[in-house]
């Protein structure tokens, strides 16, 4: 199940969202939409980055009954990221959400061996999206 707090006006899929969530069997988790100015104090108060991103994620210490973390999704990166991509917007929010899900499931690309990067791609064709956020940064770099 998903606890929706969207706190802008971007009309979100939910069946598709749920889709994923039930797919990897992840449980309970919190989804936060919102913009450029908020995700910014989070980005600098969580990680010490003081500049918007598109998706953060925060695990939740496990217990009974509570959910697994946070979502936190920037709607202004993904209408921004999907006009210049030529795809929608709820496409680009569920690669979004899908990097942010297997963040919270304990993926990290940034120190593993190309797991995090293998599961997105196979979650990807499942769910007919376009390149994920891990293979379009690899090819700014």
Do not use: C, W
Request: aromatic share 6%; charged share 30%; net charge negative.
């Amino acid at each position: 199940m998903i606890d929706y707090d969207n706190t802008t006006d971007f009309p979100l899929d939910t069946e598709l969202l749920e889709r994923i969530v039930t797919h990897l069997d992840a449980g309970d988790i919190e989804l936060v939409v919102t913009d450029d100015d908020t995700i910014r104090t989070l980005n600098r108060e969580h990680r010490g980055i003081d500049k918007p991103t598109d998706v953060l994620s925060f695990p939740y210490e496990p217990m009974p009954m509570a959910p697994i973390g946070s979502v936190v999704v920037n709607a202004d990166r993904v209408s921004k990221v999907a006009r210049e991509l030529k795809h929608d917007d709820m496409q680009e929010f569920a690669l979004l959400f899908i990097h942010g899900m297997l963040h919270l499931l304990g993926y990290d690309h940034e120190t593993d061996d190309g797991e995090m990067r293998a599961e997105e791609a196979r979650l990807i064709a499942l769910f007919d999206l376009p390149a994920s956020l891990i293979v379009r940064t690899e090819k700014e770099g």
